[in-house]
C-alpha cells in the first residue's frame, strides 16, 4: 500500500470512527477567543473547547473548518485548519503546479547542491499561509519531522538541534536566517498541534517556522528533499536531511540523517551572511 493509500485509509478509518461518535465537520467564523479557557466564541454564538495551540493563534475574525465533538461540555473543536478561501485557492494552484513538476521529473525532481527548492503553500504554526517567497533573501534551514514520533534520536533529537540552531543565531546576532521544520504528519500535525509542539520546547517564532498543509502537497515536498517513509506499526519510519538554501531558494549545503551539529550549520550562515560563502 502506497504512502497515500495509506493516508486515505486512516483517514476515512478516522472519519468513521468520528462519525459514530457524534463528531460533525464545521466551518465558522471566529468571534473572540479566551485564551486561559482554551475557548473560542463562534460567530453564532457557540462556545467550543479547543488545544493549547489553537487558543493561542486565536483566529479571531477569521473562518475556520474542524471537527466538532458535541458529547464534551463544552463542546471540543479539534482539527482545525484556517478556512480563507483566497489562501485556499492560491494554496490549490500552488500545489497542483508543485505536483506537475514532481510528476514530470520523476527522480530528477530530487533537489542537489545547486538545484533551486520549487514554489509550496503551506500553513505555519499560527496559520498564515506560507511559500517558497515568504523567505526571499534569507538562509533558511529546512528539515522534517512528526510531532508523534517517539523515535529518542529521530525527530525530538532533531527538534532539539533546530532550537539549539535558534539560540546560536540568537546570539549570534544573524539577522538574515530562518528555520523552517516542515511536518510528514500533517493529518494529525494541525497548525494549533505544531504551534503547541514549539512553544512547549521553548521555540520562538521571530525566525523559526513548523509548516503543515495539503498531504499530497508534503509528499511532493518530501520527493524533492529527498526524504523517504514508511508506514510500520503506527508510526512513520523516515530517513532524515537538513537542507540550507540561500536567499534565492538555491539549495547550498545539505547534511544527511541526523547526525548534524547546530554548530555546523551555525558556521556557514555566518559564513554566508559575510558574503563568504560558496
Not at 79 to 89: E, F, G, L, M, T
Request: charged share 25%; net charge negative; hydrophobic share 35%.
Amino acid at each position: 500500500m502506497s504512502r497515500r493509500q495509506t493516508t486515505i485509509f486512516f483517514t476515512t478509518a478516522l472519519c468513521l470512527l468520528a462519525g459514530s461518535l457524534g463528531a460533525q465537520s464545521i466551518t465558522a467564523t471566529v468571534k473572540s477567543v479566551d485564551k486561559e479557557a482554551q475557548t473560542l466564541t463562534l460567530g453564532d454564538g457557540r462556545v467550543v473547547r479547543v488545544g493549547a495551540g489553537d487558543a493561542r493563534i486565536g483566529y479571531v475574525g477569521e473562518e475556520i473548518r474542524g471537527e466538532l465533538e458535541p458529547m464534551t461540555e463544552p463542546p471540543t473543536l479539534y482539527a482545525i485548519w484556517p478556512n480563507d478561501s483566497i489562501d485556499r485557492q492560491i494554496e490549490k494552484s500552488v500545489n497542483e503546479s508543485l505536483h506537475t513538476e514532481t510528476i514530470t521529473q520523476g527522480r530528477k525532481a530530487f533537489r542537489s547542491l545547486g538545484d533551486y527548492l520549487p514554489d509550496f503553500a503551506l500553513y505555519d504554526q499560527e496559520g498564515n499561509l506560507v511559500r517558497k517567497s515568504t523567505f526571499r533573501g534569507n538562509n533558511v534551514v529546512y528539515n522534517f519531522i512528526f510531532t508523534r514520533c517517539q523515535m529518542p534520536n529521530m525527530c525530538p533529537a532533531t527538534t532539539a538541534r533546530m532550537l539549539r540552531l535558534q539560540k546560536l543565531v540568537d546570539e549570534s546576532q544573524l539577522r538574515d536566517v530562518q528555520l523552517v521544520t516542515i511536518t510528514f504528519d500533517p493529518e494529525y500535525d494541525t497548525p494549533g498541534v505544531l504551534n503547541e509542539y514549539a512553544v512547549q520546547r521553548g521555540a520562538h517564532f521571530k525566525n523559526f517556522s513548523l509548516l503543515t498543509g495539503d498531504p499530497d502537497a508534503i509528499e511532493d515536498m518530501m520527493k524533492q528533499f529527498g526524504i523517504l517513509t514508511v508506514d510500520e506499526d503506527g508510526t512513520i519510519n523516515h530517513t532524515m536531511a537538513t537542507v540550507m538554501v540561500d536567499g534565492n531558494g538555491m539549495v547550498v549545503y545539505r547534511k544527511e540523517g541526523s547526525l548534524w551539529t547546530p554548530e555546523e550549520f551555525l558556521d556557514r550562515l555566518v559564513e554566508r551572511e559575510a558574503g563568504k560563502g560558496s
